[in-house]
């Protein structure tokens, strides 16, 4: 009898929590919906940029957004697994119902380094963007480079690297990341 007694208390003490973090990213202009599931130790920075994460998603443990000046835009019904990485300096776009898998890294923004007579920070960034459109997973320690549209139902396989926009309902694995079935026809 005591156990459940102890889970409930648990779990309103968790809820409570993540509505504290709700509630102190909106008082620091991030536009996080109150359905939002955000654990405490989820780091925020705007930088100058614009942030918003909507209804019923869920921002779990380590989990990084730096807007860098940028945009990061998380629909609804989306989840961010723990410590996953993810930047806004190009513009980042995540559709609803997306799935990101633990360690995931997203950075909608690249180095220029075509002059070797100057040092890399000194030649600036490509800042093309990323969007993540409706029903995505992500796999765990995947990497989505700068100016790639991941395409609506695509699944990406843990570890791959995908440096060039998908299909549709595309399954995608390896480095780069390579299509190796629709789910259209699987």
Known sequence: MVKPIFRSI????RRLLAYLKVFSLRMVGV???WTSSIH??????RGGGDISIGKRTSLDRGVILRAYGGVIRIGSDCSIN???VIYGDGGLVIGNGVRIA??????????IFSDPDK???EQGESRLGITIEDDVWLGAGVRVLDGVNIK?????????VVTKSTEPFGVYVGIPAKKISSRLTA
């Open 40 to 45: 405490w130790s989820v780091v925020v920075e």
């Open 119 to 121: 040092f890399i920070f």
């Open 10 to 13: 648990f779990f309103i003490a």
């Open 31 to 33: 536009n996080a919906d």
């Open 102 to 111: 633990a360690h995931t890294v997203i950075v909608p923004a690249d180095h």
């Open 82 to 84: 723990p410590y996953a």
């Open 152 to 160: 609506k139902g695509t699944v990406v396989g843990a570890s791959a």
